[in-house]
C-alpha cells in the first residue's frame, strides 16, 4: 500500500512538472513574476543565509583548534578543514535543508491558501494554465538565485573564521590564511554550486506541488507547509549522497 500511494504520488507529480513546462503564453507576465519570485524567494533569504554562515564558520574554526589540531599537525590544519567543510558540505547542503523550511513553507503557504480560496480554479477558467503561471517562475527564480547564495554563504563563512582570529585571538590570523589557501581546488566550488541547483529544484518543486494539490480548507494547507518542508529534507539527504558520490 505504501508503495502505491508513494508511486501515486510520483505519478502526479511528473504530470504537474509536465504542465509546468511549458512556453509561458506572456512572456512580459511570466518575467514580472519572475523577477517578482527571485525577491521574494532568494533576495529576501540573503539575511538569514549570512548571518547563520558567519557563526557557523566562526564555531567551526573553534571547534577544529581546541579538538583537531595538535602538535602533532600543522598549525593551518583548522583554517583548512574550516574551508573544506563550508565549501563541501554546509553552504551547498545543510544551507538548503535551512532554506527548505523558509523558502519551501512559503511557497506551498502561498499555492495551498490560493488553491482552498479558488484563485487556481479562476485561473483555470478562464483558459490559463495556472501551474505554468504559478509554478514555473518560482523554480526559474530559485534556481536562478541559490548559486549566489551559496557562494555569499562561503565568504561568511571565511569572515566568521575570520572574525575568530582577529577577534577571539583563537588562532594566528596567518595561520587560518595560509589553511585557507592549502592544496585549494576550484572544483570544490563548482561542485557545490551544481549541487545547490539540483537542491533548489527540489525544494520549490517539491513545495509547489505540495501547494498546489491541497484539497479542504485550512488545516489542510498547513499539513501541506509541513509535508512539503517534511519531503524536500528528505530528497535534499538522499540526493546529497548519489550527487556527492558522482561529483567527487
Known sequence: MF???????FGRYLMLMGRVFSVPERMRMFFKQYIKDMTQLGVDSIGIVLLISFFI?????????????SPWMPRWVSGYTTREIMLLEFSSSI??????????????????????????????????????YLILPKIMG?????????????????VGAYATAYLGHVLPPDDLTLGLQHDF???????????????????SSV???CGYTVEGGSVEV???STTSVVSSSVLILFSDVFLTQLLS
Do not use: H
Not at 185 to 203: G, N
Open 207 to 209: 513545495s509547489s506541488y
Open 142 to 158: 530559485m534556481i536562478t538565485m541559490m548559486p549566489f547564495l551559496v557562494i555569499f554563504s562561503s565568504a561568511l563563512g571565511i
Open 3 to 9: 508503495i502505491k500511494k508513494y508511486l501515486t504520488v
Open 57 to 69: 564558520g566562526a564555531v567551526i574554526c573553534i571547534q577544529m583548534k581546541l579538538n583537531i589540531q
Open 95 to 132: 544551507m538548503c535543508l535551512i532554506l527548505a523550511g523558509k523558502v519551501g513553507s512559503n511557497i506551498a503557504s502561498e499555492l495551498g491558501t490560493m488553491r482552498v480560496t479558488q484563485q487556481i480554479d479562476a485561473l483555470e477558467i478562464m483558459g490559463v494554465n495556472s501551474a505554468n
Open 222 to 224: 498547513g499539513k501541506a
Open 185 to 203: 581546488r576550484s572544483w570544490f566550488v563548482w561542485m557545490s554550486i551544481v549541487k545547490s541547483l539540483f537542491f533548489a529544484f527540489i525544494i
